[in-house]
């Protein structure tokens, strides 16, 4: 089975700086899907960012990045030039790649982003 | 265009009762999956469709637990004889396409109290 650990249950940062989310995850398998996922205080879950265990390049989205490990099964979120919207829960989620795409999700991260 | 809808958004049920949480996806969206949010926790899949096939229920934690989408677009998710251990967020998700990792747009949940 696959596990997904955050091991950040709280974190802060200031308005405009930069933060780090940690998230590892734990399979045997070689091909996959990792996900970050938002999920505001509405509860509306939306997709931050996506990257695909075959691609060494990580993925960016405009202030949101991450940084892929996969020898070490690492996957983390960095949000540049943080605002104040980005106060919200995050998870980590992870897919195998002929799973029928359920995700299985880490037990998130909650970010408060500080004026 | 329209999100994925839940209703009712917060249900409050005796213990014993059953309940009927329902999901319109996106239109033309052809998977459907449904996940269980415990209070301060990441999601956990219930299970999943395809169309109008249920082709994963693994998650499902009982027998009391029923899902169904007869017309492969809107889905409900039956508990039978509900117990305080159900209560939680329930959140439905829907993707275009079949293909790995599509990405999957979330509704807004049902906040089910069992009492």
């Known amino acids: 089975a696959q596990t997904v650990t955050q091991s950040q249950p709280e974190m802060s940062v200031q308005e405009a700086e930069t933060v780090t989310l940690s998230c590892t995850y734990d399979?045997?398998?070689?091909?996959?899907?990792l996900f970050w996922y938002k999920q505001p205080p509405s509860r509306q879950m939306i997709l931050v960012i996506r990257?695909?265990?075959?691609?060494?390049q990580n993925a960016t989205e405009n202030r949101f990045s991450v940084n892929f490990q996969k020898a070490a099964k690492s996957f983390s979120l960095k949000i540049s030039d943080s605002q104040l919207g980005d106060t919200a829960m995050y998870f980590c989620a992870f897919t195998l790649y002929n799973a029928g795409n359920m995700l299985t999700f880490g037990g998130g991260t909650r970010l408060m982003v500080k004026p | 265009g329209a999100g994925v809808s839940q209703s009712p958004r917060y249900k409050v049920a005796k213990r014993g009762q059953d309940v009927a949480l329902r999901c319109d996806p996106i239109?033309?969206?052809?998977?459907l999956f449904w996940y269980q949010q415990a209070l301060g926790q990441g999601p956990e899949f219930l299970t999943y469709?395809?169309?109008?096939?249920?082709?994963?229920k693994s998650g499902l934690p009982s027998d009391r637990f029923f899902a169904e989408r007869p017309e492969g677009s809107v889905s409900t998710l039956k508990i039978q004889r509900t117990q305080q251990e159900d209560s939680a967020v329930y959140l439905c998700?829907?993707?275009?396409?079949?293909?790995?990792?599509?990405?999957?747009?979330f509704g807004p949940g049902t906040r089910l109290t069992v009492l």
């Open positions: 239109s033309g969206h052809v998977s």
């Open positions: 998700a829907s993707s275009l396409e079949r293909g790995v990792a599509a990405t999957q747009y």
């Open positions: 469709f395809q169309n109008e096939a249920q082709l994963d």
């Open positions: 399979t045997s398998e070689n091909n996959y899907y």
């Open positions: 990257q695909e265990a075959y691609k060494q």
